[in-house]
């Protein structure tokens, strides 16, 4: 037995049709091409990976994350937090290949697939496999606040989780079936390690599998990092001391229905705030007669540590050497400033650039 969806209240159904706006919205705008969100992309992205991992306990730099998670840098054997995020994003790269794949059905393998992809950094998690032994959650004193079903147990209910997914209440907002796809699988808890983020892809999954954006903004991932008390206890509160589907998981759905919504409303403001600096970087492009391309890295200076030439010269179409040389004349420009050496080289902005930017 899984947890059931729960019927709408009024207000959810007048939150779900704010979404519904606000979704329509970013639709609108990710649709026009807007030569700002190839960055905003990238940064949302980082963003959400590096957040999901952060939950449990897997930390890594604003800049790591973004080189991470665009390829732009691979993690070495051993450095854990790293090989976290990078897992974490390859599994990203399968939920985009899936949700565009026309023959895709739901099945177990679906999510052994992207536990494989998510924990294959961690041997002892058995990688792609259901746990066979029992697994619960403990508090920071060590005591158990959680218990999973047992071990013989979970391919019967990660079964039912896989036919509900393919067949069940295909009614319901996507926001709602996303967030009790989440639920069942966490309340399960199939695997010994790596549930939590199972989970969330799975969320995501689930999300733009039914057409709802990309990934990157789609996904409430960034919220739950920012919150992540706050996801621990309404989770808690939920599925209860031990598994029990009987509870009610109407208050999951509305925690849930309010991260879309605060996720939505941010990235609206940060497309229009992107917009506007892109303007007035524009103009200073413009005034210095430099190519257009320029502004991609002025732009890039501002996200993850500051541009750095991979990047800038795989977004501008341009070969490394043009890259460096754009870099550097943008430096001795004074709009940007160079830090580090050699592969860890990033270009920051300048304090003038950081003014112009402003509008000041």
């Known amino acids: 037995m899984l947890f059931q ?10 939150k779900l049709d704010e979404l519904d706006e606000l979704r329509a919205q970013l639709n609108n705008e990710l649709r026009r091409p807007s030569p700002w969100l190839g960055v905003l992309r990238r940064l949302a992205r980082a963003t959400a990976v590096s957040q999901s991992t952060g939950i449990e306990g897997f930390h890594v730099s604003d800049e790591d994350a973004l080189s991470l998670v665009s390829g732009e840098a691979h993690a070495a054997p051993g450095e854990t937090d790293r090989l976290a995020v990078e897992c974490y994003a390859r599994a990203m790269d399968h939920v985009v290949a ?3 794949d026309p023959e895709f059905d739901w099945s177990q393998r679906v999510i052994l697939a992207l536990h494989f992809d998510a924990c294959s950094f961690q041997h002892e998690a058995r990688p792609g496999r259901w746990r066979t032994g029992g697994v619960g959650i403990v508090d920071g004193r060590g005591r158990i606040i959680y218990q999973a079903p047992d071990a013989g147990e979970v391919p019967g209910l990660m079964a039912e989780v896989v036919e509900w997914l393919q067949h069940g209440d295909l009614d319901a907002h996507v926001v709602v079936r996303a967030a009790m796809a989440h639920l069942n699988v966490v309340s399960v808890h199939p695997f010994r390690d ?19 954006l990309a990934p990157e903004f789609a996904s409430i991932e960034e919220y739950l990092g920012e919150h992540t008390p706050a996801y621990y206890e309404i989770l808690q509160r939920t599925h209860g ?9 109407a208050a999951w759905v509305a925690f849930c229905v309010d991260a879309h919504l605060h996720q939505a409303r941010r990235r609206l403001e940060q497309i229009h705030e992107a917009g506007v600096r892109w303007e007035r970087l524009e103009r200073i492009a413009e005034r210095r007669a430099w190519p257009d391309r320029f502004v991609i890295a002025l732009e890039q200076s501002f996200f993850g540590g500051g541009a750095e030439r991979t990047g800038y010269a795989r977004e501008a179409e341009v070969s490394l050497p043009t890259a460096s040389t754009d870099l550097r004349r943008m430096v001795e420009a004074g709009m940007l400033v160079q830090r580090g050496q050699g592969r860890a080289t990033r270009y920051e902005p300048s304090d003038a650039l950081r003014a112009a930017a402003a509008g000041e």
């Open 5 to 14: 969806t729960p019927a709408p209240t009024a207000a959810l159904a007048r």
């Open 98 to 100: 899936m949700a565009e």
């Open 194 to 212: 790596g549930n939590g983020r199972v989970s969330r892809i799975v969320q995501s999954l689930a999300l733009v599998r039914d057409g709802l």
């Open 241 to 249: 001391r031990t598994y029990d589907p009987t509870r009610s998981a």
